[in-house]
C-alpha cells in the first residue's frame, strides 16, 4: 500500500537550517508530484511547496520561497525540504503528500514536528 | 493571492445535514477539494473536483459549487463526522495551492 513517512523534525534554534525527507513506497514514485503542508497545532492547513514528478518544476508559497528548497530523489523514493534560516513562526506538523496536477492530494504521512526555539 | 474563506465552526445534531462553505471569489471556475482531517491524524480527501466522492467515503457526503460559495453538504450526520474539514483550490494565477482555513464540525 501507499505510505508516506517523514522525518527530520525536532526542536532547533532561530536562524538555523534543518532539512525534512519523506521516504515513499507502494507507487511509483516517479510519476506523482510531491508536496510539502504544514500545520500549526490547532490551525489550518498551509501548503508550502511542490516539486513536479520529474523533480524539474518548483513551485512556493510566498512565505517560504527563498529560504526553503524542495527536491527530491528518484532513485531512493525521497522528497525533501530544505529549510533555512528558520523562524519562531516556522513552528508546525510538516506533512508531505502526493498529488497530480489538479487533483487533490489523495495519500499523506503522517507528519513530522518541527518546534524553533530559543 | 487567491483566499478560501471557511467559517471556522458548524454544528449539527445526529441525523441532521451539515453544510460547510468555502467561500473565493469566482470559485465556480476552479476544482474544489474537500479533506476530513480528525484529531491526530493526516487529512483524507472526502470530496474531489468539486462534487466526487472517492472510493470508500459515504455517500452522505456531497459537494457543489455555484458562483463564489463551493459546498461541502454531510447528510445524516453521525458521531464520526465530527473532525476539521478543508477545502483546496489550485490557484493558477501564482502557481499555488490554497486551503481555506478549515471548518470545525461539532456534533452535538
Known amino acids: 500500500q501507499v505510505r508516506l513517512v517523514e522525518s527530520g523534525g525536532g526542536v532547533v534554534q532561530p536562524g538555523t537550517s534543518l532539512r525534512l525527507s519523506c521516504a515513499a513506497s507502494g507507487f511509483s514514485f516517479s510519476t506523482y508530484d510531491l508536496d510539502w503542508v504544514r500545520q500549526v497545532p490547532g490551525k489550518g492547513l498551509e501548503w508550502l511547496a511542490v516539486v513536479s514528478y520529474d523533480g524539474v518544476i518548483e513551485y512556493y508559497a510566498d512565505s517560504v520561497r527563498g529560504r526553503f528548497t524542495i527536491s527530491r530523489d528518484n532513485s531512493k523514493h525521497i522528497l525533501y525540504l530544505q529549510m533555512n534560516n528558520l523562524r519562531f513562526e516556522d513552528t508546525a506538523l510538516y506533512f508531505c503528500a502526493r498529488s497530480r496536477v489538479g487533483s487533490p492530494f489523495d495519500h499523506w504521512g503522517r507528519g513530522t514536528l518541527l518546534t524553533v526555539s530559543s | 493571492s487567491y483566499v478560501l474563506t471557511q467559517p471556522p465552526s458548524v454544528s449539527a445534531a445526529p441525523g441532521e445535514t451539515a453544510k460547510i462553505t468555502c467561500g473565493g471569489n469566482t470559485i465556480e471556475s476552479r476544482s474544489v477539494h474537500w479533506y476530513q482531517q480528525k484529531s491526530g491524524q493526516a487529512p483524507v480527501v472526502v470530496i474531489s473536483?468539486?462534487?466526487g466522492r472517492p472510493s470508500g467515503i459515504p455517500e452522505r457526503f456531497s459537494g457543489s459549487n455555484s458562483g463564489s460559495t463551493a459546498t461541502l453538504t454531510i447528510s445524516r450526520v453521525e458521531a464520526e463526522d465530527e473532525a476539521d474539514y478543508h477545502c483546496?483550490?489550485?490557484?493558477?494565477?501564482?502557481?499555488?495551492?490554497?486551503f481555506g482555513g478549515g471548518t470545525k464540525l461539532t456534533v452535538l
Open positions: 473536483h468539486d462534487s
Open positions: 483546496q483550490v489550485w490557484d493558477p494565477g501564482s502557481d499555488h495551492w490554497v
